[in-house]
């Protein structure tokens, strides 16, 4: 029913940045969240980053609260993170996340790889 699609993952130095982007396609829903999800080698799947269809209420896990930043263009079915001040321990896999909140069926995109050097 749905499909989406990361980009912007790749290679930056400690304190760099970079946006990644998931693009939605096929059916949607109106009552709905997007958002990010990570994973790293040997460890579980963990939460990042939501933000509500209407754009409010972003949320974000303590670690990375103060140096990313989630947004969305519903025009072209879009969400992005913006990641600075990046440090080592955010190397892994970025998987974009939506939920119909009134199902609470999800989604989930192919992942982007994320990499941190020091």
């Known amino acids: 029913q749905v499909q989406l699609v990361e980009s912007g993952g790749g290679l930056v130095q400690a304190g760099g940045s970079l946006r990644l982007s998931c693009a939605a396609s096929?059916?949607?829903?109106?009552?709905?969240?997007m958002g990010w999800f990570r994973q790293a080698p040997g460890k579980e799947r963990e939460f990042v980053a939501q933000?509500?269809?209407?754009?409010?209420?972003?949320l974000y896990a303590d670690s990375v609260k103060g140096r990313f930043s989630i947004s969305r263009d519903n025009a072209k079915d879009t969400v992005y993170l913006q990641m600075n001040s990046l440090k080592p321990e955010d190397t892994a896999v970025y998987y974009c996340?939506?939920?119909?909140?009134?199902?609470?069926?999800?989604?989930w995109g192919q992942g982007t790889q994320v990499t941190v050097s020091s």
């Open positions: 996340n939506l939920r119909n909140v009134l199902s609470n069926s999800q989604y």
């Open positions: 096929g059916r949607t829903f109106h009552v709905y969240t």
């Open positions: 933000i509500f269809w209407t754009g409010n209420n972003p």
